[in-house]
């Protein structure tokens, strides 16, 4: 076990609350496994020294810290701060319950594999529960916030159950005001007929820390339609889990990510495909820059059963730099016969014609690669079901993008 | 400049595609003003005009010469070209996700003003010319939205390549088969389009298959192309006996390789 794992677990006396029993389960989980290596494969090119290196502390008191405004968008929040709940929503939706108390759900749709999940089992001290009742379709868009003050460390989880029939449109929004140190876990169960629409922002660059998943199971006939949109940072890691438990169920995942310095970015994201029927399309786009790394994990796995299951899965990656570096792989295991699959991992490189079509406009060749290299992410924006928060998003995005050199 | 009066010039043009020659000795001017339609058949070499003016990768001149308003067009990038006023209407325009219809105008205005030492505009100075272009060729002020040609029909595109033209106010447009696959209402709109912009200054190159375009724009000039080089040259009359004989008179012995095209 590493120290700093020592260190952090040490924490978990002082949580006290109704998910003792899973934590301790958690616990035991934890301490029989062993703490990655560059040998482990899910952490192969994703070093953990950033962790171990880190000098961020739980908090005793944290300043106040309010969320970033998204114009247009009122939301319902759910702010944490240092990894304590610091507010929840006055007035809530009818039909739309959030509670602070046991859940059947916490830990049964994150698979214990992720190790970092195990330590935000633990450490995770003020577990929010949101259901959806039957039915219900909530027009506002709920805002989990993660906001850390410098030097902090903080641990949140939220369980999020749409029962059958309902609608939710959920953002977990991170920021990070210094060097610390995170990890985020939610779990969502979108029930039958049931539609999330999920995005998860994770834009705080600079010297700190996020682990991170979200994970997904949908019964039959649920919908999901999910947006990653990240940053570097020291490190970065984000799991995603899409775990079709009814049939004729489908989940669209677009995924950003955007590259600067020596910053790396580590995407997994992993679909289940247990049951026949369902459709899974993703999107993967990625630019890096300068020195930074990024890394995507794709595996659809197509168990036996899963017939006539429909899974695409893309991956784009445009590398600004020959020293940037971007580790890509699809992993496809596939177990029945009748099923469609695609997938692809390319480098992509700027579309010729268009580049002259821009051209004959006018537009001179640098501009007209970095308008089409822009471009090359924003259509994924584009596809944001909620106008606001592609129109928030998209400048956040394009100054990123013009201040990274082409080298 | 050796012709004071001649906005394009271009003087024994030999170019070639992939090795392939393409044209082969073309000659062409044209003045302030005029307009010409070009007419020949498939594969003669219209297209590969309009790219070789433009300056597309992978069409090289061979020999010859190319002048617009005295300038060796040959001698500049592409945006350069696009600068000094030429203009391209693809006959195939490219699609482009990602990038907003007005984002791709707004950016190539501001190209070219700049170029010319004007202000670049406000976007909301922009914005009211955006809309005004697209009303008057008919397309939704919500196609400026849309990423560039993203999804449009092939009529949404030759109506998006002729908002281009309006708003980029060029000296020379070439207009390659803007009307091909377009019912008479779209191709109505864009000879509307293309009449708007006509003065004394403005120079048109109209490659068509149709008389009925120029029915509508009418030519100073018409010429055929044929094998990479003008064959016949006359005024408007000859679109009407070109359509009425078809091509069959300019016998001309197919090479082998032009066989297997
Ligand atoms: N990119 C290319 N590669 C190879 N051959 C080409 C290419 N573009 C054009 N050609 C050839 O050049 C000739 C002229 O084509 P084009 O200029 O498109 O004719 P037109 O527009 O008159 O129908 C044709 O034989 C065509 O096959
Ligand atoms: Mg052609």
Redesign the interface.
């Known amino acids: 076990m590493s120290e700093w794992l020592q260190h952090a677990i040490a924490h978990a006396d002082s949580i006290q609350d109704g998910f003792a029993d899973q934590r301790a389960t958690s616990l035991a989980l934890l301490t029989d496994t062993k703490w990655p290596s560059r040998k482990t494969e899910a952490w192969k090119y994703t070093p953990l020294r950033a962790v171990e290196r880190s000098s961020a502390v739980f908090k005793e008191e944290s300043p106040e810290l309010t969320p970033v405004d998204v114009e247009g968008l009122d939301f319902l929040e759910l702010t944490f701060v240092d990894g304590q709940l610091v507010s929840m929503p006055e007035d809530l939706p009818e039909g739309l319950t959030i509670e602070m108390q046991e859940s059947d759900l916490f830990t049964t749709i994150k698979p214990a594999r992720h190790i970092f999940g195990l330590v935000n089992d633990v450490l995770a001290a003020d577990v929010a529960v949101v259901t959806v009742a039957e039915n219900v379709k909530i027009d506002s868009v709920l805002r989990i916030n993660n906001l850390l003050s410098n030097g902090a460390q903080g641990h949140i989880r939220v369980v999020v159950e749409l029962e059958a029939g309902a609608a939710l449109k959920v953002v977990e929004n991170a920021e990070a005001h210094g060097a610390t140190l995170t990890t985020a876990y939610t779990e969502f169960l979108i029930g039958a007929g049931a539609h999330l629409e999920h995005y998860r922002f994770a834009l705080q660059s600079g010297d700190n820390v996020a682990l991170g998943g979200s994970h997904f199971k949908l019964l039959g006939k649920a919908t999901l339609n999910s947006s990653i949109i990240g940053f570097g940072s020291d490190l970065q890691r984000i799991d995603t889990d899409i775990i079709y438990a009814g049939e004729k169920a489908e989940a669209k995942l677009n995924a950003i990510y955007l590259l600067d310095g020596t910053e790396l970015f580590d995407l997994h994201a992993n679909v289940e495909h247990a049951v026949p029927n369902c459709t899974t399309e993703e999107n993967i786009r990625g630019i890096a820059g300068d020195r930074s790394r990024a890394v995507f994990n794709g595996r659809i796995h197509i168990h036996r059963d899963a017939q006539k299951t429909l899974a695409e899965l893309n991956n784009r990656n445009l590398l600004l730099s020959d020293k940037a570096e971007i580790n890509t792989k699809p992993e496809l295991e596939i177990y029945a016969d009748d099923v469609r699959c695609a997938h692809g991992a390319t480098i992509a490189e700027i ?4 580049l ?10 640098s ?2 690669q970095l ?2 290299s ?7 924006i ?1 596809q944001m079901p909620t106008a606001e928060l592609a129109e928030w998003v998209r400048p956040i995005i394009r100054d990123r993008f013009a201040q990274m050199e082409v080298k | 400049m050796s012709n004071e009066n001649v906005l394009l010039s271009i003087k024994d043009l030999h170019a070639s595609v992939e090795e392939k020659n393409i044209l082969k000795g073309l000659n062409l001017d044209i003045k302030p003003g005029e307009v010409h339609a070009i007419m020949g058949p498939n594969g003669a070499g219209k297209s590969t005009t309009g790219y070789v003016l433009s300056g597309r990768d992978g069409y090289e001149v061979d020999s010859g010469s190319a002048t617009l308003d005295g300038q060796d067009l040959f001698d500049m990038d592409v945006e350069e070209r696009a600068r000094a006023g030429l203009f391209l209407a693809f006959q195939y325009p490219v699609e482009i996700p990602g990038v907003s219809n007005l984002e791709f105008l707004k950016v190539s205005v501001d190209s070219q003003r700049e170029a010319r030492g004007e202000e670049a505009l406000t976007s909301a100075e922009f914005l009211k010319l955006a809309k005004e272009a697209c009303k008057q060729v008919n397309l939704p002020v919500s196609f400026l939205k849309r990423g560039v040609n993203e999804g449009f029909s092939g009529g949404e595109k030759k109506r998006n390549e002729i908002m281009q033209m309006i708003l980029l106010k060029p000296k020379l447009c070439i207009l390659d088969e803007t009307d091909s696959g377009l019912d008479i209402d779209a191709m109505q709109v864009v000879a509307n389009g293309v009449n708007s912009q006509r003065d004394s200054e403005r120079s048109f190159i109209v490659v068509t298959h149709y008389q009925r375009l120029l029915d509508y724009i009418k030519p100073d000039f018409v010429h055929v192309l044929a094998d990479g080089k003008i064959v016949k040259s006359g005024d408007a009359s000859l679109a009407k006996e070109l359509e009425a004989q078809g091509y069959a008179w300019l016998q001309t012995e197919p090479t082998e390789d032009e066989i297997e095209d």
């Open positions: 579309d010729k014609k268009a002259y079509y821009l051209q004959t406009r006018g537009v001179s060749r501009q007209a308008m089409l822009f471009g090359f992410i924003n259509e994924l584009d």
